[in-house]
Each structure stands twice: as C-alpha cells, then as structure tokens.
T-cell receptor, first 115, second 118 residues
Framework: AQSVTQPDIHITVSEGASLELRCNYS??????LFWYVQSPGQGLQLLLK??????LVQGIKGFEAEFKRSQSSFNLRKPSVHWSDAAEYFC?????????????FGTGTKLQVIP | DTEVTQTPKHLVMGMTNKKSLKCEQH?????MYWYKQKAKKPPELMFV???????INESVPSRFSPECPNSSLLNLHLHALQPEDSALYLC?????????????????FGPGTRLTVT
C-alpha cells in the first residue's frame, strides 16, 4: 500500500528566507509524486509533479522538489519565501489503475510566513 | 479551459434535507473524483468515476450518492446526513489513459463546497 509522511505539522519562516518541506513516501514501484498547495477554504493547486527523468523538478511559483529514491524522499524547496506562500502544503503519491489515478495525501504541513 | 467548477460554494442543510453538489469540467477529462476534507486533515477519497462508470467507492455511507450523467458533469446527492458529515467536499478530474506505460495524470481540483449539516 502506498503512503506518505510529512513529519512537520507546522513550519514558520521569515519572509525572504529559504524553505524546505519534507516528504517521505512508501510505494513498491516507481512512484508518481506530487506537491499540492491549499489556501484556507480553497481547493488544491498542483505545484509540481514527478514520475521519471530528471530528479530535480521545477514547479510553479518558484518551487522545486528533488526526488531521492535512496531516501524515499521528495522534499519541496523555495529559495526565498513570500508572504503569499503561507498555506497548507500536501505531498502526495499516486498509482495508476484502470485508467485513473488513485492519490494518497500526506497529513500536510502548514506554512506560516512572518515579516 | 483548465478549470473545475463546483456549486454551490457553501451549503447548510438539515439532517432531513435532500441536496446535491455539482461539479463540472470542460477539459475533456474522463476520470472524475469526489473527496471529503475535514478541517486540518488531508482530502479523503470517496468516489472515482472512469468513463462515466463508478470505479471506486471507498466504503462511503449510502446517504452519499454519486452520479455522473455525462463526461463533463459529476453530482453528489446528499440525503439524511449527519452533523459529522460537515466538511469541505472537493471534486477533481484527470485525463484518462488506457493500457500500461508510464503516465502521470495529475488531478485538477475545484474550489470545493463547504457543507454544514445542522
């Protein structure tokens, strides 16, 4: 069974500082990995995805993530955080089955940005 | 058009009411999903439709009844809900593929319907 662990429930960073959100996954085969962001009361927006190829993937809003198979990790990074980045971030692993994708989400990391 | 729309944005209903949530996408996606999200929790999958056929029902109580009348539309019919069903209900869609092979078909989410059961 696939699973995702986000060890940090809540992270606070200063505006302009760098950010790294941790994600560890468990999956038997090549994983499909995603990072989503959710602002309060809103739906989820895809930041980036990985399924093969270059292990460093670039996403929207200046985010990037690095897939490390040896560590079963897919950490999200941003070199300089903006106040508008404050939100909940979900790491997810997906598996393809019968023409659709079943996605399992981590428990989320809430990012607070202070001036 | 890369948007998934959901109506209504907010819904308050009593435990004896019948109501429906609506989800629409015009991206040509043939897989559509319903998720339930409680506060401070990740989304939990409820149902998956693939080519307008129900593919997954994650043991959801029968007071929730999904319907996919066509490839662009997904409904969730609600009847005799309980207060603990209050949550954000999210709809998503993803492109369809057939056969094996490496694919990634990310899900596009709507903004959700905030449901309160009184």
């Amino acid at each position: 069974a696939q699973s995702v662990t986000q060890p940090d429930i809540h992270i606070t960073v200063s505006e302009g500082a760098s950010l790294e959100l941790r994600c560890n996954y468990s999956y038997g085969a090549t994983p499909y990995l995603f990072w989503y962001v959710q602002s309060p009361g809103q739906g989820l927006q895809l930041l980036l995805k990985y399924f093969s190829g270059d292990t460093l993937v670039q996403g929207i809003k200046g985010f990037e993530a690095e897939f490390k198979r040896s560590q079963s990790s897919f950490n999200l990074r941003k070199p300089s955080v903006h106040w508008s980045d404050a939100a909940e971030y979900f790491c997810a692993v997906g598996s393809n089955s019968g023409g659709y994708q079943k996605v399992t989400f981590g428990t989320g990391t809430k990012l607070q940005v202070i001036p | 058009d890369t948007e998934v729309t959901q109506t209504p944005k907010h819904l308050v209903m009593g435990m004896t009411n019948k109501k429906s949530l609506k989800c629409e996408q015009h991206m040509g996606h043939r897989a559509m999903y319903w998720y339930k999200q409680k506060a401070k929790k990740p989304p939990e999958l409820m149902f998956v439709y693939s080519y307008e056929k129900l593919s997954i029902n994650e043991s959801v109580p029968s007071r929730f009844s999904p319907e996919c009348p066509n490839s662009s539309l997904l409904n969730l019919h609600l009847h005799a809900l309980q207060p603990e069903d209050s949550a954000l209900y999210l709809c998503a869609s993803s492109p369809q593929f057939r056969g094996s092979g490496v694919r990634t078909y990310e899900q596009y989410f709507g903004p959700g319907t905030r449901l309160t059961v009184t």
